[in-house]
């Protein structure tokens, strides 16, 4: 399964932050690339930093236009799933989506434009209660993926973090494989 993130928006400056913890969440929970619409572009940088240190390719892209993305990605056969409080609840939804073959979800930033509902194939609520893209995507993604996402090895990584009950223990390759 191949899963990708749309992030629809952004309050500028104000959501810098937010929008590079939807990029790593992405990253981290098992996606391979995220498109984003109005960001600050340093954020490019701060993915390919944290790719050459922890190793993976993940890739970010920037779009001029959420819904030509969508389109493109729905007549390649990818299901949309847009994460939205309004939605079917996700104890409900998730056995379908883990069945389906490649996704793209959707996350907006405020508003987003009521077009979205209609065009995506699930629209799916982590709760009824407003709270946050960073945190509905991480759900979201571990439901889907039921936890695997965290034995999935990042290639080339410099440094390789070895789990351990106490302390820290970290593996560090001097150059990439
Ligand atoms: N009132 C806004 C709205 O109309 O959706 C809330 C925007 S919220 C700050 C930003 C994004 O977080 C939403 O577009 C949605 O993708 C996600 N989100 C927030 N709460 C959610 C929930 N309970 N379930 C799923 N997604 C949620």
Do not use: C
């Amino acid at each position: 399964m191949v899963i990708e993130v749309v992030r629809i928006g952004q309050r500028l400056v104000r959501d810098d932050r937010v929008t590079t913890h939807v990029a790593l969440v992405s990253r981290g929970f098992g996606a391979e690339k995220i498109y984003m619409t109005e960001v600050n572009p340093e954020i490019k940088d701060t993915i390919e930093k944290i790719n050459n240190t922890w190793g993976g390719d993940f890739k970010i892209e920037f779009i001029e236009k959420w819904k030509s993305i969508v389109k493109k990605k729905k007549d390649e056969g990818f299901k949309v799933i847009h994460l939205s409080m309004y939605g079917e609840n996700i104890n409900n939804a998730q056995k379908k989506i883990r069945d389906e073959k490649n996704l793209l979800i959707v996350v907006g930033a405020e508003k987003v434009p009521r077009e979205i509902y209609e065009l995506a194939d699930y629209n799916v609520g982590v709760g009824s209660q407003p709270h946050s893209e960073i945190s509905a995507l991480a759900i979201l993604l571990d439901r889907i993926q039921e936890g695997k996402q965290f034995e999935k090895e990042f290639p080339n990584a410099k440094r390789k973090i070895i789990p351990t009950k106490n302390g820290k223990n970290v593996q560090i390759k001097e150059t990439r494989d």
